[in-house]
């Protein structure tokens, strides 16, 4: 078990002894992890939730004192992973505090001047992908601006492109464009984003719109609908008319529709025109620029669509037609309730949906779609910052694949002098993560945001959990062998730092309490910190290697236990 070669040298590698430690230790009552794993988030006890808060329960900014724990738990959610630097600082400066200093930082530097400056834009890479995966997993890893970066990461969830679904030249620069756009909107209006996304070039073309023809009476062509259909289906709106508190409006026991394949087709003959900026393909530089309009391809005539008419064509069509979808009553909580989703837990309360979405509406000042006001309302609301979402039985999410890789890296103070940044593309389920940022295959992203496992207690008791939908006996096994050979050695040149954890490695429950509060919150049980601190001793602390073994047995077993991959 755990046996993935390891193709670099490191900081250390598991002995046979060692490695014999780690598998009785992912061993609970002879059920072997995958097993465990898939059963730690299934909700199956039957144990029945108590009742959400009603829609005017305050939202709490932030108890009297900030414990280490609970600062630990707020980076989990704010960030691709703590350290106990930031802890310390979330203690210090408070939530709202924190906050707000990660919306003073300034934009790191943009994924497309990254790759520009380490020479990625030779003729040689002209129809390659690479130096994406570089700049992706460095910016996550690397930068401050940690809320910019997880809340990107949220957005790219939603409002998905996929690097192999992008059929242009120079797919790094295109597909690192669009990232960069959902990076630099991160904290603006979302009526801005949806400008930006819809006269981005990635986005054109992995939606293929991009020179979007109007309808030909000759032979009967009528304009492209992808982006018309899910602009309004997975980015604004969805299927369904929805309340103010995510809930779905009916009639006669039926739900309403948003829209029809009429305002689709009406919609889709807005989006018609939309063309590169410059014919020059020798260079990247065309696809950071928005579209332009070719009046030749454009609809002029009048498009009807969601209630509203327009005609005329150009940029003014696609301004009305994107205000009109921004005014939606479905847009606040439609977007509100993904974010919550991706940032704090699988299952929020409607009266959590209606707070934030109410937000979204109106940020208190008259705008709508304020970014950071929703982002605080999101982050500072009752049901993120309440310790009892620790023992709700519908409280949190399964974490991220990605999310798990780059909180250890973190703890571990990855670097990459080369900046060559080896994780690459870790979307393989059999061999590493079944996710990697910017690569999902489909427009839907790796799981859908109402994925349940079927005939599951998660199913049974009618809730969600989509990072399930790429979860299952291979990928957990994949998942714990490909961390096994990061947290022993690192890849390429980037090696993992423990200094501070060795030092506490001859004792096992200082050892314990440091990796279960960076990594975990103090959310492991007792149960789990007893069977990882028995692995842990089984190995001399004055053996050869011993320290930095003992670290690694701790690391790993926590990354393969239950509560850290439960995030609550």
């Not at 009785?24 to 009742?51: E, F, H, M, R, W």
């Not at 087709?265 to 807005?270: D, E, N, Q, S, T």
Request: net charge negative; glycine share 10%.
């Amino acid at each position: 078990m755990l046996d993935e070669p390891r193709a670099d040298a490191g900081a250390f590698a598991f002995d046979q002894d060692t490695e014999s430690g780690i598998a009785d230790s992912l061993k609970l009552g002879g059920v072997i992890a995958p097993a465990l794993l898939l059963a730690a988030c299934g909700g199956g006890s039957g144990t029945s939730a108590s009742a959400p808060p009603t829609a005017s329960a305050p939202v709490v900014v932030a108890p009297a004192t900030i414990t280490t724990a609970q600062a630990s738990r707020f980076l989990a959610q704010t960030t691709m992973g703590g350290t106990r630097a930031m802890i310390d600082t979330v203690v210090s400066r408070r939530y709202e505090g924190w906050i707000d200093d990660q919306f003073a930082l300034p934009r790191a530097t943009s994924h497309w001047d990254w790759l520009v400056a380490n020479g990625y834009n030779v003729a040689a890479n002209i129809n390659s992908e690479t130096g994406f995966d570089a700049t992706l997993w460095r910016q996550m890893i690397a930068e401050p601006d940690q809320l910019r970066q997880r809340v990107g990461m949220a957005l790219l969830d939603l409002l998905v492109v996929g690097i192999g679904g992008v059929n242009l030249n120079w797919k790094q620069f295109a597909t690192a464009a669009y990232v960069d756009v959902l990076l630099d909107n991160a904290f603006g209006n979302y009526r801005t984003l949806m400008d930006a996304i819809t006269t981005n070039a990635a986005m054109g073309s992995f939606l293929t719109f991009l020179g979007n023809r109007k309808a030909n009476a000759t032979t009967g062509a009528q304009p492209d609908e992808n982006y018309a259909r899910e602009l309004m289906q997975l980015f604004t709106l969805g299927l369904y008319q929805l309340n103010m508190d995510g809930s779905v409006r009916t009639s006669g026991g039926a739900p309403l529709e948003t829209y029809t394949p009429a305002d689709v087709g009406g919609l889709a003959r807005v989006f018609t025109g939309l063309s590169l900026a410059s014919t020059v393909s020798t260079t990247p530089d065309r696809y950071r620029q928005p579209l332009v309009m070719t009046a030749s391809l454009n609809e002029t005539g009048t498009a009807s669509f969601l209630g509203t008419s327009t005609s005329g064509g150009g940029m003014a069509a696609i301004k009305v037609a994107l205000d009109t979808i921004f005014a939606h009553g479905n847009l606040p909580p439609f977007v509100s309730k993904q974010l919550i989703q991706r940032l704090v837990t699988s299952n929020p309360s409607p009266a959590y949906v209606g707070r934030v979405a109410a937000v979204f509406a109106d940020n208190g000042s008259g705008s709508r779609g304020d970014m950071k006001a929703v982002i605080k309302a999101i982050l500072l609301d009752t049901e993120a910052r309440s310790d009892d979402a620790l023992t709700s039985a519908t409280a949190g999410k399964l974490r991220e694949p990605v999310m798990r890789l780059t909180g250890w890296a973190r703890l571990a103070k990855i670097t990459s002098a080369s900046n060559a940044w080896a994780f690459g593309d870790t979307s393989s389920q059999s061999t590493r993560l079944g996710q990697s940022m910017g690569r999902s295959s489909t427009v839907f992203n790796f799981f859908r945001p109402a994925y349940t496992p079927p005939a599951s207690g998660i199913s049974g008791a009618g809730l969600v959990a989509p990072e399930f939908q790429i979860t299952n006996e291979q990928s957990v096994v994949a998942y714990v062998n490909y961390m096994q050979g990061l947290v022993a050695n690192g890849t390429g040149d980037m090696k993992p730092d423990y200094t501070d954890l060795i030092a506490k490695a001859g004792d096992s429950a200082a050892l314990m309490d440091e990796v279960n509060l960076v990594l975990a919150a103090n959310q492991l049980g007792s149960a789990t910190i007893t069977a990882i601190r028995t692995a842990i001793d089984s190995v001399s602390a004055t053996a050869t290697n011993g320290t930095v073994n003992r670290v690694g047995i701790a690391i790993l077993l926590t990354l393969a236990s239950p509560e850290f991959l439960t995030l609550r």
